[in-house]
């Protein structure tokens, strides 16, 4: 029995001897993998918490991006009807000038005639 003690106890020396402390001082391999895991944390977090802005980013740029559709085709449409307003305005504009222009071949009795009516 007393062999199986001193085997026991040097196997135990031997484990105790080889295996590491529970705390070791921290090495600077060890201080950079908790560096890594710490900025990996922070970029999580950062993540986690930015989520909701990066949404409300997005729908807001989705809102601007619908707004200047909306503009661009309100811009052709109005433009549209600018020159539409343009064409009618030189169509009446020359009906009124061929108009006059007929009057005056009448001479001026028949202005005086027609203006009693």
Same mark, same amino acid.
């Given at each position: 029995?007393?062999?199986?003690?001193?085997?026991?106890?040097?196997?135990? +020396?031997?484990?105790? /001897? &080889?295996?590491?402390?529970?705390?070791?001082?921290? &090495?600077?391999?060890? $201080? $950079? #993998?908790? =560096?890594?895991?710490?900025?990996?944390?922070?970029?999580?977090?950062?993540?986690?918490?930015?989520? /909701? #802005? +990066? !949404?409300?980013?997005?729908?807001?740029?989705?809102?601007?991006? !619908? !707004?200047?559709?909306?503009? =661009?085709? =309100?811009?052709?449409?109005?433009?549209?009807?600018?020159? $539409?307003?343009?064409?009618?305005?030189?169509?009446?504009?020359?009906?009124?000038? +061929?108009?006059?222009?007929?009057?005056?071949?009448?001479?001026?009795?028949? $202005?005086? !005639?027609?203006?009693? &009516?």
């Amino acid at each position: 029995m007393s062999a199986l003690r001193a085997e026991a106890s040097n196997d135990a +020396v031997e484990i105790i /001897g &080889t295996s590491q402390p529970k705390n070791p001082a921290p &090495t600077l391999e060890s $201080r $950079r #993998s908790g =560096e890594e895991l710490g900025g990996e944390k922070i970029a999580k977090l950062i993540q986690e918490t930015g989520a /909701g #802005s +990066v !949404a409300e980013i997005d729908k807001l740029c989705g809102q601007l991006n !619908a !707004a200047r559709n909306y503009l =661009e085709q =309100e811009s052709k449409r109005i433009g549209d009807d600018i020159r $539409r307003y343009t064409h009618l305005a030189q169509t009446a504009s020359a009906s009124v000038k +061929v108009i006059t222009n007929s009057m005056d071949k009448w001479g001026p009795e028949t $202005r005086i !005639a027609l203006s009693k &009516t």
